[in-house]
């Protein structure tokens, strides 16, 4: 694969002639050089810059989380794993956790169902194609800041607009922001507004090239196109299911702006008084804002880390299940293929 | 073949539908259209409402029912935003466009650069920088920001322009996409054409595959500078001199200051959200192009 550029290769450099080397009478030396370095000058860039505000501060991190370390400080000692002890003893550490686990089930769950039936019906043929798909993604343009903004004063207590709606139906008004399960639910709704169209635009990419035929022989079979959807579209597209639930966990877990807008206050790291919504990110930036220590916040980088990992795996795992169970069972209730 | 009315031209007549109704399943049917018109109208209802209240004065505002048409106070919602010396909103709008500038362009042409090193060239060692780019879009971003405040404490750029510019000037993303493109669009052919004609590898790169990879090249700008323009939480941490923010912490110390002053409140967020707007209604088919072949991609 990575022979010198000027050994000769004979099958190979038929496929791919691009930077042979060609006699030029008067270029020797200079395009020698030239086709030899300029692939490393080329990649040099963003190498170099990664590597100083990308892979250095990594690196960097793994010390840091080591050391008792006080923002502006001078010196730092050696701690060993006490600041992650410290940190798996909090129980404000766990209660985060928790927000943040319970926001991103009550949000990614509904998301990706909502998306994939929206998928399938713009999927149809219809007119204005176009316009329905921008219809749909706008709330994915808007910015995260802007989307909570709007969403507190909806979710507001006196004059909300979702309060207003729930008074028809007897509701008094409610402080959405003063407990945890409706904080989750006000938060989920603002992930949630602004993701479906975005992963059903995913979802919609990937049934239209599922060919057609299947479908055919499937409704001569008699199969309702409810019954195809689950039993034919939804085991079809478990590679793009399983990329929209890493995705969706990798960004979920490190949910931050909303729940921080929809509950500011005074100390708005704590999301609430009560840390009701307080996310993993919240609780490491109130580590800096609030405590000061950049031991601890780094400790707990590492452990959103870890966490994200985790449920990535865990993740994976269930979707891949959970499809090819799918697939089994519509083999068995009489085969649509 | 003959029994399916999918894209079956019009010419041949839909024979007689064997089984019940529904066999044509890609025809829209009207809950469909029902679906996806209540969708869109809850897509678009939260920035509707943000018109509403921006153009209200904060009395009607803080009333019930709450109003559902815009009024006529936008003016003096604006110059109360544009006044308000603790949210500084013009040098955030002007800091967040410098910035998000500087970010695209950087990442269009570093991107492409090293999108077409590994995509057309070949060289010792490919496949292990390429991997190694693939793992670093693995990697949350929170992981680092310890480290990188000390680096920019250090190099004096907390609270300043570079200090949310500069950590973003390259990306994994970029790259990867870009050698995507490169491989498919552009024909080892033509390349080698370019070589013979004499150019220089340089050469190669800015004449024969930038022109090719044009579309790439809007949708990753495209990208880009909207990620850029809404980035929040680098920012939240290190745009700490409140005189001196980015657009979206002029919204959060607005939000965060001003709970009571609505109006001024979301004339901020649609002056926020306006430059998107915009590129999205100017450049959408493209935007929905990208994110849709960029999942048949992954």
Known sequence: MTLPTTAPRPTRSDRRPADRELPRPGWGRFSKLDTKASPYLYIAPFFILFGIFGAYPLVYTAWVALHHWEVGADTHTFVGLDNFTKILSDSDFWNAVYNTVGIFVLSTIPQLLLALVLANALNKRMRGRTFWRMGVLIPNITSVAAVSIVFSQLFGRDFGFINWILHFFGVQPFEWQAYKWSSWIAVSTMVDWRWIGYNALIYLAAMQS??????????????????????????????????????????????????????????????????????????????????????????????????????????????????RSDKKSSKKRGGTR | MTTTAVRTPR????????????????????????????????????????????????????????????????????????????????????????????????????????????????????????????????????????????????????????????PFLVNGFGVFMMRQYVTQSVPDELIEAARVDGCNTFRIYWSVVLPALRPAIAVLALFTFMAQWNEF?????????????????????????????????????????????IVFIVFGRQIIGGIMEGALKA
């Open chain 1, 210 to 323: 599922i060919p057609k035929d299947i479908y055919e022989s499937a409704s001569l079979d008699g199969a309702s196109s409810r019954r195809q959807f689950w039993t034919l579209t939804v085991p079809m597209l478990r590679p793009t299911i399983i990329f929209t639930v890493i995705i969706s966990t990798i960004g979920g877990l490190q949910l931050y702006a909303e729940p921080l807008l929809f509950n500011g206050g005074t100390n708005p790291f704590l999301g609430g008084t009560l840390r009701q919504s307080q996310t993993v990110t919240m609780y490491l930036m109130e580590q800096f804002f609030g405590r000061f220590q950049f031991g601890d916040m780094a400790a707990v980088a590492w452990l959103l880390f870890l966490l994200i990992m985790i449920f990535a795996g865990i993740n994976y795992l269930i979707t891949s299940r959970l499809e």
């Open chain 2, 11 to 166: 010419s041949t007549p839909t024979p007689p539908a064997p089984k019940r109704r529904g066999r044509d399943m890609f025809a829209a049917t009207p809950l469909t259209y029902v679906m996806i018109i209540a969708t869109v109208a809850m897509s678009v209802f939260p920035l509707y409402y943000m018109i509403v209240v921006a153009t209200r004065t904060n009395d009607t505002v803080a009333s019930i029912p709450p109003p559902l048409t815009p009024g006529g106070n936008l003016g003096s919602n604006m110059s109360r935003l544009l006044n308000n010396e603790n949210a500084q909103f013009l040098t955030g709008m002007m800091n967040s466009a410098l910035s998000s500038l500087m970010v695209t362009v950087s990442v269009v042409f570093f991107s492409t650069l090293a999108g077409f090193a590994f995509g057309k060239l070949r060289f010792r060692g490919r496949n292990k920088f390429m991997l190694a780019i693939l793992i670093t879009m693995m990697v949350p971003a929170q992981l680092g920001v310890v480290p990188l405040y000390m680096l920019m404490n250090d190099l004096g750029w907390t609270g300043r322009l570079p200090a949310v510019t500069v």
């Open chain 2, 233 to 277: 939480f680098w920012a939240s941490l290190a745009m700490n001199d409140p005189s001196n923010p980015t657009v979206q912490i002029s919204l959060k110390l607005l939000s965060t200051g001003y709970y009571n002053d609505y109006a001024q409140v979301f004339a901020g967020t649609l002056l926020s959200i306006l430059p998107m707007f």
